[in-house]
């Protein structure tokens, strides 16, 4: 079955450093991966997504890498404030279908960002 | 324009109760989705509903009836709860209509349900 793995860890990261965090997928290659945010007590929101074509994309401070070698995404925040303390969560599509039948996730990553 | 608008935000059951969760979107989106979110396990798919007029099992369907009342609102039924069921469930909706390569998912903020 599909697998996303996250370093469900919480990741400390001090003030103006680039936080990394990485996404394992296996036994599937979905046709792109879709990145979140989650604040306690609230819904995810939609960060950012990469094609499987697309090796690196970029939004302010944010960067997602694809490797389909590796099966393995990555999510980059630099000069990170603590205001970026949050869960950041990894997806791709359940099925062949683009997404109509639903997005994976793993389980997150908390990220806290020191002062 | 409120997005995704879920409701109750809290709830208590007891054993045995029913409830239907309510979640509408405003965005005129095709697509709508269940998840449930538990500590440790991430979020799960319970139901989605491709289009308006149908609705298909998720990863964690037991337990869980849904219906798509029109293309913005669908709703989730518990008809006898278990204290398995204590969750946070969140409503979700996107654009997608088959193979779309830009189709985020837009989330609620969830109902917190506990079952004694």
């Known amino acids: 079955s599909q697998k996303i793995e996250q370093n469900s860890e919480a990741l400390n990261i001090q003030e103006g450093k680039t936080a990394t965090l990485t996404c394992n997928y296996t036994n599937y290659s979905p046709a792109y991966l879709q990145w979140y945010r989650q604040d306690p007590g609230r819904g995810p929101v939609f960060l950012l997504l990469?094609?499987?074509?697309?090796k690196e994309k970029r939004k302010e401070r944010l960067k997602v890498t694809f490797d389909t070698t590796l099966k393995q995404s990555l999510f980059h925040i630099t000069a990170s404030q603590p205001a970026d303390s949050a869960t950041y969560l990894c997806?791709?599509?359940?099925?062949?279908?683009?997404?109509?039948?639903?997005?994976?996730f793993g389980k997150g990553t908390h990220l806290i960002i020191q002062p | 324009n409120a997005g995704v608008t879920q409701t109750p935000k809290f709830q208590v059951l007891k054993t045995g109760q029913s409830m239907t969760l309510q979640c509408a979107q405003d965005?005129?989106?095709?697509?709508m989705y269940w998840y449930r979110q538990d500590p440790g396990m991430g979020l799960r798919l319970i139901y989605y509903s491709a289009s308006e007029g149908t609705t298909d099992k998720g990863e964690v369907p037991n337990g869980y009836n849904v219906s798509r009342l029109n293309k913005r609102e669908f709703s989730l039924r518990l008809e006898s709860a278990a204290p398995s069921q204590t969750s946070v469930y969140f409503c979700a909706s996107s654009e997608t209509l088959g193979a779309s390569y830009n189709s985020p998912l837009h989330f609620g903020n969830g109902t917190r349900l506990t079952v004694t």
């Open positions: 997806a791709h599509p359940r099925g062949s279908g683009g997404g109509a039948d639903g997005l994976t």
């Open positions: 965005m005129n989106h095709n697509s």
């Open positions: 990469i094609r499987e074509n697309e």
